[in-house]
Structure formats: C-alpha cells, structure tokens
C-alpha cells in the first residue's frame, strides 16, 4: 500500500509569491489533515477535510491559505501571497472512515525568503 | 482546550544508556487518543504507539516502552540500550475520539524532545 504522499519536498520562494503543496493520501482515506511546524515549535493542526468537505479549518492562520480538496482524492494547500513567518514543514495526513491508521506523509519544508 | 507538554527540549546520552522522554497532557475529554512520533534526520513523522484513554496498560515493544499514567496525566516513554539510530525528534501528541468513538480527531502535540544519541 502506498503511503501518504507528499510534494514538493522543497520549497523555496521570495516573499510576496504564490506556492501550492500537494498531498495524495492513501487510496480510500477519507479523512486528509494539514499540519505545519514553524521554526523547532510543536506541530499544529491546520484542518480537516471528510471527503471532500471542509470538516475543521480552526487551524487556517489567515486568509492567504486556501485548502481544497476536490473530488475527495488529493489535496492542495495554496498560500498566496507568502510572508516569511510561513516558512516551515508542512505534513499532510490521512485516516480512513472509523479510524484505524493515522499516516503522516514526508513533509514539504517551505522557505520564504 | 487540549495542551500537551514536553519538558525536556533536548537530551543527550551515550549509546546503550536507557532514556525516559516526559509527556504531559490536559484535556477536558473524557476519552481520547495519546501517540508518540518519531521524526528522523530524514524528516518522515513514523508512527510509534497509539494509547486509549480506557487502557492504562504499560506496552512494551522490544526496546521502547509506554507508561500510561491517568492519575497524573502522563504518557512517558523509555528506550532502553539506546543505539545511536534512535537519534531523532520524538513527539507525543493527543486526539479526542469522535461522537462515534472510531474515528480520529486533529491531534495537539508536544513541541518535541530532540534526542541525541552518541557512539
């Protein structure tokens, strides 16, 4: 079975671009969760979507993140425009409908500069 | 509000030294989840352990050890003969159980124990 993917890896954009991370969970989870870690801090939720419905965005900072997550399969994770304090890693994760497995993917570590 | 704390920001040891990782939680929930994650060099989060709150049952699997303490709101976990390959970041984080008690919720971590193992 194959993992949860995550890309790019890297990421590394000026101040004031757009940058999309994409996530593929595993085939058939139905739930997809973003996280980030910012600068050595804890790990902290962004959202959740069921399918694909936003289920808990409480996570999102501000409105220059944007999540979709169409048709149910993959996910994007758009931050326009970027400021420094963005920088971080980016996990995506999944879970399947009743629980079960909570997969975490690689991480996109993103650096604005 | 959930909160989970991980006093030790770093530690050191020398290979084949056992080593406790302290976590801490707060929670209003009755049920929930508590994990620990381990994050290498490589940066991946690996799955360790996944603990229910109805289960207060040590486990122990090989090397790696869980004490699950409800009375004092603690989820330590203990590496015994520590080899230089468990160096990494190490994370605990807790979930509340959905209405239906099957499904995750979003999980609240620790900021991690970075664990240095040296030859």
């Known amino acids: 079975e194959a993992g949860v993917t995550q890309f790019p890896s890297h990421s590394v954009i000026e101040k004031g671009q757009t940058v999309t991370l994409r996530c593929d969970p595993i085939s058939g989870h139905d739930n997809l969760y973003w996280y980030r870690r910012v600068m050595g801090k804890e790990i902290k939720f962004l959202l959740h979507?069921?399918?694909?419905?936003?289920?808990?965005e409480s996570g999102m900072p501000n409105n220059r993140f944007l999540a979709e997550r169409t048709g149910g399969t993959y996910s994007t994770l758009k931050v326009q425009p970027a400021e420094l304090e963005d920088s971080g890693v980016y996990f995506c994760a999944s879970s399947p409908f009743g629980g079960g497995g909570y997969t975490f993917g690689s991480g996109t570590r993103l650096t604005v500069v | 509000a959930q909160k989970v704390t991980q006093a030790q920001t770093e530690i050191s040891v020398v290979e084949k030294e056992d080593v406790t990782l302290d976590c801490v939680y707060e929670?209003?929930?009755?049920?929930?989840?508590l994990f620990w994650y381990k994050q290498p060099p490589s940066g991946e989060l690996v799955f360790l352990i996944r603990r229910n709150s109805f289960d207060e049952q040590n486990e122990i699997s090989g090397r790696y050890s869980w004490n699950f303490q409800k009375s004092t709101s603690s989820f330590n976990f203990t590496i015994t003969a520590s080899q230089v390959v468990d160096s990494a970041v190490y994370f605990c984080?807790?979930?509340?159980?959905?209405?239906?008690?099957?499904?995750?919720?979003?999980?609240?971590f620790g900021q991690g124990t970075i664990l240095t193992v040296h030859p």
């Open positions: 984080a807790l979930s509340p159980l959905n209405a239906g008690g099957t499904s995750y919720g979003k999980l609240t």
């Open positions: 929670t209003r929930d009755t049920t929930y989840y």
């Open positions: 979507f069921v399918k694909e419905s936003k289920q808990d």
